[in-house]
């Protein structure tokens, strides 16, 4: 790790003054599980962190008629030891405890899970987002990306979106809170994903001097909700495809549909494709797999990647299934 | 640990050590704060308020370490793993992994355990911190210990302290953990020497017994 | 002559039962100190910048920067300007600082500049026509061999199979000296012979590194009755000690070394300082408490432990840490070679094994490699084989426990078990027809092969290819045969009786976790009648009688059998001096339970105490020596077999491998402690599940790098990866009598094989290479779908 000094704001405001207005200079130190590794790799090498675990307002989780708010600083553990979590939002409870360890559960925040980096092998051994070597060669295509994208992969960014709990939260249809120096400003959370296009752009629609404050879930909507994660390891190990769906029914057809793939494309990738599929239809093993086939379609896999679109298919058929049968519960 | 050494015992060379002066700091990062102006601990302005900043060189900071309070001057990036071992010689806690992915570092910080390599030690002051050292009390194995010790949960040992702290705080949460329980409490811990048969019948046992 | 044999099963007290290991308590409560935990006075903590490309020149290094920073004690060129580097993270300069973030500052600090040289990191099937004969040695070749640390012995052999291309200089032999070449080396350049025509050679990267023929391989394959053609393989793999490697070295004065290293071979490591720091191995102190694994990659003191040495010495001396890094541990301290084949085996339609034929390749990095024992255990009577090894950039390899036999096993027992399918053959019957040419150890394989089939229940579950399915997931049972030699190394030890009854025991052996300690006290213990704590023994010094590195499974019978002599010898003195008081011959003595006594007569005895009294003023040392090697072994001995059974489930939409039962048969000689011998076999289980399942090096074709050179991607087995394991090890009549045989390696063989085989028979297909993950096994599901 490089030397960098280090402050802990109390307060919101603080925190966004003590941020620099360009990357490179500053990071926001939440749990570090992700941060600190970056760090030691060289990865990134801040001159200054901003430790926001001091602030009272990231905290928290409170449920009320109009929803679910999480706070930036709430814990993996504490998502999925929550009462409320666990009865109205339990594929999320659910993804939760499948995340990581113990360990790292304890110390994860929410935030820091959704703006964590991608675990691209080139990315973490300094080639860079969209990994390069030195002249100029695109090593991933080339390269061994067997456990790279295969959707949303044409441009140069070939990593995928490393969080387990996103393409869950925005099944729930979560949105996400953040706060800079313009103020505060709110998106639907699969918004917030991005496909960098050069190496200066970062994968998230984030300021380097904005935070997110928190998450927000709509009151539970009448669907079935489910989640499905496909690992070699039967834990601790990441994903090779992961499966959030969201079923609106009208009696014992599917009324709409969101199928978010995760650990397939460099962002959360809805598949408009796969919720067409099901739109009207009975839910059952025929159409599930009529929507997996949809959901990987336009499915672009490298040279060595071809079976993650089986696994992804898997994943989108079997998280219907689950959800058809009652979800995470 | 250095104090043997003149050049180190003013925190000012200590930062001109690290490469970075304030100034440079502060060009560097385009932050668009009023500069600091407090010698000692120097501090910012941040939204009207003072905000202290510590490091880049060392900081005097103060540990309370399986009761005891530990004290010792680090720079703010020493993580407290590293502070565990190399500044208070509490060598239980391993470094294997260093990036959160093994679970040997395992200590407890206010009773939760967590990856020692992946907390810094600025963050961990003024927090009950508990190590694999602790368990022992007046000679005798924590019954945890002793079942490890009786189901040869441990071969070269370099993983069993990490193991015994998580085991340890499952056991808390679950005195009667349920293989469901175990395979959670248990996934953030790696083993090259192959010991998980004797540390599943280690939990057998003590999960019928309630430790 | 004293009589040193074993006692019998009547009169063992705890050779043979199921001993609690002696270090436990240390190791659960995190007072074991390992070389990693030493921490001594003014310790300096060293950090190394290692060359980020796989084959690269040194063109220039400017340490000034980091030299000038405050706390930066000593900087050390390791590789200087004109060294050629043929593997990424090798290691160029060292610094040493008063802590860790002021050493990595430094080692930031420092320019290198590279002149980039082609790599190649792949060990996939040498291209057509690639292969190249091994031929006459350049003077650049005989400088990669020691780069690329090929034991000097290794270079003798090929310098006097294949001679030189020219005459090497005096000089030039002094550079090699320097590199480490040892007077061997140099005697063979001498008089090799000289081809000055090969000169001009062309280099490959692929060698033809073995080309045996034995009876007639093409008419017996010709007569076969069912013959099985297959692709199988494994991948390189790493030791990943949890420990990494390092020392902590310190000089307390100009010209003696105090070395804290992580090893497997404390007293052989000197001797292989002395010449590099030229001082004399006497002159070095080598000390370990514990060690965090080693698994074959921790006998050598290394480069680093070498240069710690050296900075440590610029440093006036001051105790220098360079403990490896996980990356650095992963991408250069120790993997194990891969291997390839295109099987070709021929039977006859009852099943007899008569032809074998293989094209195999492998990679073992920079230096090549050669053939695993192919075809393994089973001697078939006509066989071709040819081996490439492969010269690459992956880093170098080192012995992984039981080198060469886990790839030996896969590539033997998955083709023999195709042909078994072929032949509709139950692989139990099949294997069990053909143990006659696993001779000498037949009768020991039927015995296993019976008790490992009860125990897994093979019977109910074994069933023809594929023809269990039920919707996605499917089960299958497989197995595998193994072997390993095992015979104990030379190890002294010195067993001193006191007249207070007090007892020590030291040797310079040391504790890789497979309970040395526990067995060397049992031994002493069960031979003079005293419980186990009432012996003080230490291991782990070089002040302590020289005790032969732990490797190829031979600490066991080294330590037991010296042990056993010294206890012997020992007691016959204390019987000598006691027999008077007690009005007896000394051969009417016994000791048992604390008590020294004549046999048979409860009421002529003394206690330890007393006996030992009778000593007199002095203390008696004796040293256990064990039988020159040359001899046929008294108490110890070689060559174990085992059998391995496993069953899996396979999902066969998502390609996941869960193992779901193992079951582990072992024969090892006399079995001293039953409790740790078992744990070795379990441990081999894990480790040989994690190597099937998950385990591969991931190299980088364009840039050369290892991509997975930390624990998150370089994936170990966890707790739930792990099934039932059933362990039995054969111990009574016929195995017992044997003496001591190693153990510390043979379970590890088979797990690849066995969990290989299980997947065929569960989804009607091979999958060619360990590991089996996802990718390959619905790949394999894929070929068979489409033919
Ligand atoms: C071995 C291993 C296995 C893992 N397995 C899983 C898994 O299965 N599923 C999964 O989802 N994750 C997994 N993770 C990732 C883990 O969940 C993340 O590291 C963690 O959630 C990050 O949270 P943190 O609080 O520790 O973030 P930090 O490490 O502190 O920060 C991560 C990033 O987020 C930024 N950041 C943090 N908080 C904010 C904020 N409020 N506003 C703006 N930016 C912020 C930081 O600047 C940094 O760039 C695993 C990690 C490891 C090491
Ligand atoms: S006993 Fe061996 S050759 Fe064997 S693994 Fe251990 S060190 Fe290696
Ligand atoms: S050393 Fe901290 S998790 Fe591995
Ligand atoms: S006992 Fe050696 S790593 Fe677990």
Redesign the interface.
Known sequence: ?????????T?K??????????W???EI?AG??DL??L??DDIVS????V?I?NIRDLRGISSSPQGLRMGALTTL?DLADDAGIKKNYPALAEAA?EA?????R??ATLAGNLCQRP?C??F??G?GLLPK?ETG?E?VA???N??HAILGNEGPAKFVSPSTIVPVLIAYEAKIRLEGPKGKRELPLEKFFVIPKSENEREHDLGPNEIVTEVVVPPVPNAKIAHYE?R???????P?AVAAVALKMQGSNVESARIVMGYVAPVPWMSPEAEQALTAQPLDQETAQKAAEAAVKDAKPLS????KV??AR?AVKRAILKAASGGAA | MDDDDPNLKHPSDKQDNSGVSRRDFLKISGISVAVPLVAGPQAVMAAGQQVPVYGPGKVPMEFTINGKVHKASLEPRVTLLDALRDQFELTGAKRVCDRAECGSCTVLVENKPVYACSVLAIEAQHKAITTVESLMQAGKLHPLQQAFVENDASQCGFCTPGFVVACKSLLDKHPHPTPEDIRRGLSGNLCRCGTYAGIRQAMAQLSQKGA | MPDYAWPDQEHRTLIGKRITRVDSPVKVSGQAKYTYDVHRPGMLYGKVLRCPYAHAKVVSIDTSAAERMPGVKAVEIVQKPNANIHWAGDDVVAVAAVDEPTAEDAIRAIQVEYQKLPHLVSDAEPPQGATQEEGPLSMNDIDDLLDNQVPNRQIVEKIQQYGVTEKPTEDKLKSFKSSGANDAVLNALREATVHPEAASRPKSNYEKAAAQTVGDPDKAMAEAEVVSEGLYGVPVITHCCLESHGTISEWPDADHLLTHISTQNVSGIPGQMAEPLAIPASNIHVHQDHVGGGFGSKFSPDRWGIFTAQISKKAQGKPVRIMLERDAELEVAGARPSAYARVKVGAKRDGTLVAWQSESWGTGGPGGGGMPPIPYVFTIPHQRKEHTAIRNNIGPARAWRAPNHPQAAVLTMCALDDLAAKLNMDPVEFFGKNLDITKPRQDIYREELGIAANLMGWNEKWHPRAQNRSGNITRGVGLSLHTWGGRGHNSDCDLTLHPDGSVDLKLGSQDLGTGTRTCILIVAADTLGVPMDAIQLEIGDTTYPPSGGSGGSTTIGGVSSSTRRAAVDARDLLFAKVAPTLDAQPDQLECVNGRVGVKGDSHRSLSWKEACAKLGAMPITVRGTNPDRTKPPDLTNSGVGGVQMAEVEVDTDTGIVKVEKMVAVQDCGLVIDLKTAESQCYGALIMGISYSLFEEKVMDPTTGRMLNANLEFYRLAGFNDIPELVVHMMTGKGYDERGVIGLGEPPVVSPGAAISNAVANAIGVRVPFLPLTPDRVLAALGQKAGA
């Not at chain 1, 405001?13 to 360009?22: D, I, K, N, R, T």
């Not at chain 1, 070699?232 to 990441?238: E, I, N, T």
């Open positions: 790790m490089r030397p960098f000094e280090y402050v802990s704001p307060t405001a603080q925190a966004v003054s003590l941020l620099g207005a360009s490179g200079g500053t130190l570090g599980t600190l590794a760090m030691k801040p001159k200054r962190l430790n675990k553990a405890i990581a360890s113990p360990q790292i304890n110390m675990r092998w080139y973490r051994n080639f070597d060669n090593l080339d390269g061994d067997r456990y496909i070699q390891k039967d834990v601790f190990d990441w090779l060595h990647n071809e079976y089986q696994l898997v």
